[in-house]
């Protein structure tokens, strides 16, 4: 089993910029892909990005070009590196093991002038 714990959240303004660290502990997600996903107030969780286990990324349209997903060498940590934030871009990240299909407790982030 994996636990997950997410940061990095908080309030920043339009066009600015987070990265988000999800921290691994109880295994190595070495043999897994990792993924973030978001949910916003009164939605349903969304797809954000995925990066595979020979390091190939995807991610949902409506953050192409904007947000990169990567992972440290020691595969302990992944992280989601988030540009030119929009106040659409506001929810709860959760950083996602693929294998086990399981989340961390989430960091909010507010995009908001």
């Known amino acids: 089993q994996v636990q997950l714990v997410e940061s990095g959240g908080g309030l920043v303004q339009p066009g600015e910029s987070l990265r988000l660290s999800c921290a691994a502990s109880?295994?190595?997600?070495?043999?897994?892909?990792m993924a973030w996903d978001r949910q916003a107030p009164g939605k349903e969780r969304e797809f954000v990005a995925i990066?595979?286990?020979?390091?190939?990324?995807g991610y949902a349209n409506s953050v192409k070009s904007r947000f990169t997903i990567s992972r440290d060498n020691a595969n302990t940590t992944v992280y989601l590196q988030m540009n030119s934030l929009k106040p659409e871009d506001t929810a709860v990240y959760y950083c996602?093991?693929?294998?086990?299909?399981?989340w961390g407790q989430g960091t909010q982030v507010t995009v908001s002038s």
């Open positions: 996602r093991h693929v294998n086990t299909q399981s």
């Open positions: 990066i595979n286990r020979d390091g190939s990324t």
């Open positions: 109880g295994s190595t997600i070495r043999f897994s892909a």
